[in-house]
T-cell receptor, first 115, second 113 residues
Framework: ETGVTQSPTHLIKTRGQQVTLRCSSQ?????VSWYQQALGQGPQFIFQ???????GRGNFPPRFSGLQFPNYSSELNVNALELDDSALYLC??????????????FGPGTRLLVL | QQQVKQSPQSLIVQKGGISIINCAYE??????FPWYQQFPGKGPALLIA?????SEKKEGRFTISFNKSAKQFSLHIMDSQPGDSATYFC????????????FGKGTSLLVTP
């Protein structure tokens, strides 16, 4: 176990709805990265948060947004859900003095199904 | 486009054998190369990682071989066990992008008794 927790574990939404996923980072870690893993694929980087600000973003539209809180926990928000958003959403935490941190530890993920 | 290419897609190895998974990359800025193991319904777990200034790193039964000139790296699992049956992902990252991980598509490993 990595100490990274995510909630909820599973979620079912309908197209057009909005969803919020949550992540608590490992103790001592100050950076949180979010990834989307479609079935049978490798995780794809969504964005990273450091010092409560977005510190890098992958090729995802603006309807994917996030937050980081003073305790380093984080939220991923997805608006206007589409069927293709169905995936496992993974949160990873790391420690860095400059943002990032090479060694990332993943949580168990949130399985989102959009109908 | 896929920045890290991984092969094979699937692999079947007998217990006690050696499992070998290969990855290739193009971006010469990458300076950190981890391997993750993922079981069904779980998040990826960090197995072992290497930096390009080292050609080989060994931790227990797991070894990474790194060829900087060829832009290739591989994972060797010695004395493979049925409990090693999982999906393995190689990844690459660099400090310029906050070490955002670029993953390969994964290799499904089955170790038969």
């Amino acid at each position: 176990e990595t100490g990274v927790t995510q909630s909820p574990t599973h979620l079912i939404k309908t197209r057009g709805q909005q969803v919020t996923l949550r992540c608590s980072s490992q103790s001592g870690h100050n950076t949180v990265s979010w990834y989307q893993q479609a079935l049978g694929q490798g995780p794809q980087f969504i964005f990273q948060y450091y010092r409560e600000e977005e510190n890098g973003r992958g090729n995802f539209p603006p309807r994917f947004s996030g937050l980081q809180f003073p305790n380093y926990s984080s939220e991923l928000n997805v608006n206007a859900l589409e069927l293709d958003d169905s995936a496992l959403y993974l949160c990873a935490s790391s420690r860095s003095n400059t943002g990032g941190g090479e060694t990332q530890y993943f949580g168990p993920g949130t399985r989102l199904l959009v109908l | 486009q896929q920045q890290v290419k991984q092969s094979p897609q699937s692999l079947i190895v007998q217990k006690g054998g050696i499992s070998i998974i290969n990855c290739a990359y193009e971006n010469t800025a990458f300076d950190y190369f981890p391997w993750y193991q993922q079981f069904p319904g779980k998040g990826p777990a960090l197995l072992i990682a290497i930096r390009p200034d080292v050609s080989e790193k060994k931790e227990g039964r797991f070894t990474i071989s790194f060829n900087k000139s060829a832009k290739q790296f591989s994972l060797h699992i010695m004395d493979s066990q049925p409990g090693d049956s999982a999906t393995y992902f190689c990844a690459a990252s660099d400090s310029n992008s906050g070490y955002a991980l670029n993953f390969g598509k994964g290799t499904s490993l089955l170790v038969t008794p």
